[in-house]
């Protein structure tokens, strides 16, 4: 076994709770631990007077320790806390560490100490910092920062979780750094060359113990792009075995499809006119496609992938089309019912929680619940046609007869796996995936270089964006009575709570819960009694949540209050209002999916944001969206303006934060697609380089893993 592939509980003692934290973390051996890298460095170089540090801001402070001691709060259970006051010419402020007793040794009174963190303050505006980071004259700490010659290093600083402090992170590591020099370079040599970036054993010594900063930002330059240049690597790589196979030809039905396009009350766009074009030429290639179809919300997809499902059943296939929730199947299940009755198409639905059947046979118009096990055998001798559904579809029993069109929409939301898995329900079915969240090209590049692009950049006519403003807490009064007026005119409304993060995914779902039923008693007491309100979240059984949409769509609810489950997909056309609560919670991306959620029929429609935040930063992300014409600027404004770790997509797009970073640089990832698309021309097995085809092979497994 290779030393980096050791277990952490083998080689560190560590108590139950810092395991159960590790795991979630994702860091089980030594080698994902090695790969933990630090969020940034504390520079103690230049500390200011304490009378000038400003809340909300990262600072760094030098003063004397003027008081220290062990304090216990009360959350859950009591939590150790120590308390200290640190004293300059100009002022005091207070550093506090949680759950770290033993910082209550690490100073004495009268000590002179440098601190570094971001900057809190209590209501009081008393200022504080939490678990900063530190040097100080005669204690361990300083002998880790400070050099033999005096010689000031950069401190690495680590994301935190309960019970793994910064200061674990870094002694830790420490440790085990050795290991990794015995580790092989995976990179080809003349890459690392010609870009300059340090090789393997430099680098990981320098990103977790740089001697000065710039050694430190070569070192990360080097891992983002290996990060990048794997992804694309195994990218590319799939769609070199793709081109390879044969697919299913679908003439393009050209009649039928303008048929379709008649019955319409409205004309298709010329974004659509020509996504659909793409998509037949596509199909008659003798190699299967696989087309992304990008367009912001409202731009009609589902539109596109229904002229694409007719041109797949003209010829005498079935498609699959797979959905993220239980209310966009069925929702979706109902637009191709509507559009494709004329075709004698057979439709079905497949949720965990129903089946269903268009035509029915009483009611030639309408669909019918039927079995799942009559569903699956209808599906599996092609009596079905196009089979809508959720994850559902990609169970084991589900059997088609010849699926040669599988298309997932809001592809993001499902992993490499599941989407696989649907693929190999066909033999070499066309892909199409659909997405609304706009991503930026660098990230595009990365994640589906492979892919076909389709966009959707026109917008049906008429479509009006929402009136966007930020409410700050002195005008909600003033907004409830304007939102007052216009349902009391017959329009609907979403209220959206927050997002809360903490660390346990559990209890921040009940948070959200609590927030939704809080927030909906509030509003159906306090601001409008007069109104029908409803609430949505996660906890609700599929069944309820499909009645409580059917009610608002039937306008028997005025007002919405739900949790962001409604972020994706959503048409209830008349809906015009909607109120984001700590609309600085989410990224601009989710923000501007919401907003999508108005307006729908053409109508003058609203979003408020609600927030209590008076960070100049904060503010100027949310101004953004009062002026951005669209969801791709936006996205590339996102990437700017968001730090590493701050990023609403690290975690959705299964990219680290480094990468992340790196997809600022777009001259960084052009290179390394360029590079990856050069090494697979020459040698798609990576012979050459079979440490770099070994760690190919990982990654993608833990892409799986991901799920
Ligand atoms: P999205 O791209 O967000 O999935 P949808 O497919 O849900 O968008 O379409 C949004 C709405 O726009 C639907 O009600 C659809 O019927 C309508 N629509 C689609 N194409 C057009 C068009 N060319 N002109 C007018 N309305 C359209
Ligand atoms: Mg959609």
Not at 316 to 325: L, R
Not at 669 to 691: G, H, M, Q, T
Request: glycine letters at 6%; charged letters at 25%; one cysteine or more.
């Amino acid at each position: 076994m290779s030393p980096l592939s050791q277990p952490l509980e083998r080689v560190f003692d560590l108590t139950p709770s810092q395991k159960a934290n590790l795991k979630r973390l994702g860091l089980a051996t030594v080698g994902d631990l090695l790969f933990y890298f630090p969020a940034r460095y504390e520079d103690f170089s230049s500390p200011i007077s304490i009378s000038t540090v400003e809340t909300g801001t990262t600072a760094t402070i030098q003063g004397t320790i003027a008081k220290i001691g062990t304090k216990k709060m009360f959350g859950k259970g009591p939590i150790p806390m120590v308390e200290a006051e640190i004293k300059d010419p100009s002022g005091t402020m207070r550093a506090i560490w949680f759950n770290q007793p033993s910082m209550a040794r690490a100073f004495k009174v009268g000590q002179l100490a440098t601190f570094s963190g971001k900057v809190h303050a209590n209501k009081k505006g008393s200022r504080y910092f939490v678990n900063p980071a530190f040097t100080a004259k005669n204690t361990n700490e300083q002998e880790r920062i400070i050099d033999v010659d005096g010689m000031v290093r950069p401190m690495p600083v680590y994301t935190e979780s309960r019970g793994l402090s910064s200061h674990w992170f870094q002694a830790n590591i420490e440790t085990i750094l050795p290991l990794a020099q015995n580790e092989p370079e995976i990179l080809p040599p003349e890459i690392l060359k010609k870009y300059h970036l340090p090789d393997f054993r430099r680098a990981i010594k320098a990103i977790h113990k740089p001697e000065e900063r710039a050694w430190a930002e070569g070192a990360r330059k080097r891992f983002a792009f290996e990060e990048i240049f794997l992804i694309q690597l195994s990218r590319i790589r799939d769609k070199k075995l793709r081109e390879a196979e044969p697919a299913y030809t679908i003439p393009p039905a050209h009649d039928r499809l303008h048929e379709l396009a008649g019955r319409l009350p409205f004309a298709l766009t010329g974004a659509q006119q020509k996504s659909v074009r793409q998509i037949l030429e596509d199909f008659s290639r003798p190699h299967p496609m696989a087309r992304l179809l990008e367009g912001d919300v409202g731009s009609g997809k589902t539109l596109v992938a229904v002229l694409a499902s007719l041109a797949v059943h003209s010829a005498g296939y079935q498609v699959a089309y797979m959905a993220p929730t239980e209310i966009l199947a069925r929702q979706h299940f109902e637009e191709f019912c509507k559009h494709l009755q004329y075709f004698r198409a057979t439709m079905g639905l497949l949720t965990s929680s129903e089946c269903r059947k268009f035509p029915s046979k009483v009611d030639p118009s309408g669909s019918t619940h039927i079995a799942k096990s009559q569903l699956l055998s209808w599906v599996k001798d092609g009596t079905i046609d196009i089979l809508v559904g959720t994850h559902a579809i990609i169970q084991k029993s589900v059997a088609f007869k010849n699926l040669s069109l599988v298309i997932v929409d809001e592809q993001h939301r499902f992993g490499v796996g599941q989407r696989s898995k649907l693929a190999q329900k066909g033999k070499t079915p066309h892909f199409l995936s659909m997405t609304a969240t706009p991503i930026p090209r660098t990230l595009a590049l990365t994640l589906y270089g492979d892919l076909a692009l389709s966009l959707l950049d026109e917008m049906p006519p008429g479509r009006t964006r929402p009136i966007t403003k930020i409410v700050p807490p002195t005008k909600r009064a003033a907004t409830y009575e304007t939102i007052r007026a216009v349902i009391a005119s017959g329009g609907q409304m979403f209220v959206i709570c927050p997002k809360i993060e903490t660390k346990e995914d559990d209890s921040a779902r009940s948070a959200e819960i609590k927030a939704v039923k809080d927030e909906y008693q509030r509003l159906t007491t306090e601001i409008f009694p007069e109104f029908r309100l409803a609430m949505l979240h996660g906890k609700m059984k599929p069944k309820e949540k499909e009645e409580i949409v059917q009610a608002f769509r039937d306008k028997k609810i005025d007002i919405l209050v739900s949790t962001s489950v409604i972020e994706v997909g959503i048409d209830i056309p008349n809906a015009s209002i909607i109120i984001i609560e700590g609309a600085d919670r989410f990224g601009l991306a989710s923000l501007h999916q919401f907003r999508g959620r108005v307006g729908r029929a053409g109508q003058e429609s609203y979003c408020f944001l609600f927030t209590d935040s008076k960070n100049q930063k904060t503010l100027e992300r949310l101004q953004a969206l009062e002026k951005a014409r669209n969801g791709f600027e936006l996205a590339e404004y996102d990437l700017t303006l968001r730090g590493a770790g701050e990023l609403s997509g690290s975690s959705q797009w299964g990219i680290s934060d480094i990468g992340m970073e790196a997809l600022k640089n777009i001259k960084m990832v052009e290179a390394a697609r360029e590079e990856a698309r050069n090494l697979i021309e020459e040698d798609i097995e990576l012979k050459k380089y079979p440490s770099l085809a070994e760690r190919i092979r990982q990654v993608e497994q833990q892409e799986l893993h991901f799920e």
